[in-house]
């Protein structure tokens, strides 16, 4: 007998306020300075120059979102203030297609070159940001204040839309793959 396929449970939507719970639950397991619930209701609620985007699922037994980021936008760029996924769903390209849906967001606002400081030892995510293009151009010294780690400065430039817009649509592809592939060991921790 064929099994049935489990169906496709993401979703990319706006932040908002009331996600903060499930944020800080991903947040505060991500990083080790996390931004607290303030930090975030003050983004969402106040800062214009800013937006927030996330991965939303179909809800119980999965937790509410499964990522989430965000742009300042100083036009011509845009500053990718912060990015995380769930560290059970890490892997699925949730964070490529998370960050493929923020810098297409911020090239149809008018940024034409994005930014982020990234932790020197933080492999994975400057992985991440390679395979979109993004380059090493500078380092601030000492800026994380929990270990005095040093933040690579990266780049990329242009923010080609039809480029990021193809990019899109790719990752919401492989996500998709790769959760045909993982999603019978990932249900099984969030039995219904
Ligand atoms: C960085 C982060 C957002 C990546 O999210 P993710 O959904 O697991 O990553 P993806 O599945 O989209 O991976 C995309 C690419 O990134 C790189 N990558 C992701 N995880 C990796 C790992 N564990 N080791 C090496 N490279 C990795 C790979 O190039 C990968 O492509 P591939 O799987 O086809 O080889 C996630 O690890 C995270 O939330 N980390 C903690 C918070 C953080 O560090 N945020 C960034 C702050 S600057």
New binding site residues.
């Given amino acids: 007998m064929k099994t049935a396929e489990p169906s496709f449970p993401f979703r990319l939507d706006t932040l908002r306020e009331e996600d903060i719970p499930a944020v800080m639950d991903i947040e505060r397991r ?2 080790s300075l996390p931004w607290n619930a303030g930090i975030y209701r003050y983004e969402l609620r106040y800062n214009a120059l800013s937006f927030y985007r996330a991965i939303r699922t179909s809800g119980p037994p999965l937790p509410p979102i499964v ?1 989430y980021g965000g742009i300042w936008l100083y036009a011509p760029e845009a500053h ?1 203030s ?4 769930h ?1 059970e ?9 998370l960050l493929a849906d923020l810098l297409v967001e911020a090239a149809r606002r008018g940024a034409q070159e994005a930014s ?4 020197v030892s ?4 400057q ?2 940001y390679l ?1 979109f293009g993004f380059r090493v151009v500078g380092k601030r010294h000492r800026y994380y204040s929990d270990n005095r780690e040093d933040a690579f400065i990266m780049t990329l430039r242009p923010l080609d839309i039809t480029v990021l817009e193809q990019r899109l649509f790719r990752e919401e592809r ?1 996500v998709k793959e790769r959760w045909r592939a993982r999603a019978p060991d990932i249900l099984a921790s969030y039995p219904s």
């Fill in positions: 991500a990083f990522a990718v912060t990015i995380a996924v560290p769903f890490r892997g699925l390209h949730l964070g490529a297609w982020l400081e990234v932790r933080n492999v994975t995510a992985r991440l395979s492989i």
